[in-house]
């Protein structure tokens, strides 16, 4: 079936560095990536759209020179977090469709970060 | 708005029945999935409903009415691994993911 890793799995930094996170399709091409946050005790919030040789498409509130990201192949998409504050402390998760039967999302481990 | 409802949280007992339902306000309907996550993992998939009725998978079953604006998700004999939240999604019409809130669903023995 579609495998869908996310690195790291958590990771703990100081407030004000940058912290970069994979997600890599591992046996199937993803044209489009899209990029969750889930807060404590809530469900997934959609940030943005990663697509394959273009620009990222971000939902209203999402501020775009914050989260960077990058969609440089078929099986990568990175999110970085720029200048990070405590408030992005959060579960950063990644899916892709994959070629089940009903397009269904793949989803990443998820990654979370922790912002001292 | 775009709306979807979910029962916040639900108890049942071990090899029991329990349905939770999901109620639905979207921009035009191109499917319903139901996606299981536990605790600090990510969502996992678990059915597909884009026609009325029922679709049956093993323990758990999907149950769909457009007209009603309606699914429900019923799991069968019920084990503790069951216990997670259950998200509920919605396509609109723009074939954007419209996520609830999620049921988290507490299994005891």
């Known amino acids: 079936g579609a495998v869908v890793s996310q690195h790291p799995s958590r990771v703990i930094c100081k407030s004000g560095t940058s912290v970069k996170i994979e997600c890599r399709s591992l046996?199937?091409?993803?044209?489009?990536m899209f990029w969750y946050r889930q807060f404590p005790k809530q469900s997934l919030m959609l940030m943005a759209t990663s697509n394959e040789g273009s620009k990222a498409t971000y939902e209203q509130g999402v501020e775009k020179d914050k989260f960077l990201i990058n969609h440089a192949s078929l099986t990568l998409s990175t999110l970085t977090v720029t200048s990070a504050h405590p408030e992005d402390s959060s579960f950063y998760i990644c899916s892709a469709p994959g070629a089940g039967d009903y397009n269904e999302q793949f989803f990443g481990p998820g990654t979370r970060l922790t912002v001292l | 708005g775009q709306n979807i409802d979910q029962p916040t949280e639900m108890t049942a007992t071990e090899g029991a029945i329990v349905q939770i339902n999901c109620t639905y306000q979207?921009?035009?309907?191109?499917?319903l999935f139901w996606y299981q996550q536990h605790a600090g993992e990510a969502p996992t998939f678990l059915s597909y409903n884009v026609l009325d009725g029922l679709e049956e998978k093993g323990r758990f079953s999907s149950f769909l009415s457009r007209s009603k604006g309606y699914s429900y998700l019923l799991l069968k004999e019920l084990q503790m691994k069951d216990s997670a939240s259950y998200l509920c999604a919605v396509v609109d019409s723009n074939y954007q993911l419209i996520w609830g809130a999620g049921t988290k669903l507490i299994i005891k023995p």
């Open positions: 979207t921009s035009g309907f191109n499917g």
């Open positions: 046996d199937f091409q993803a044209t489009t």
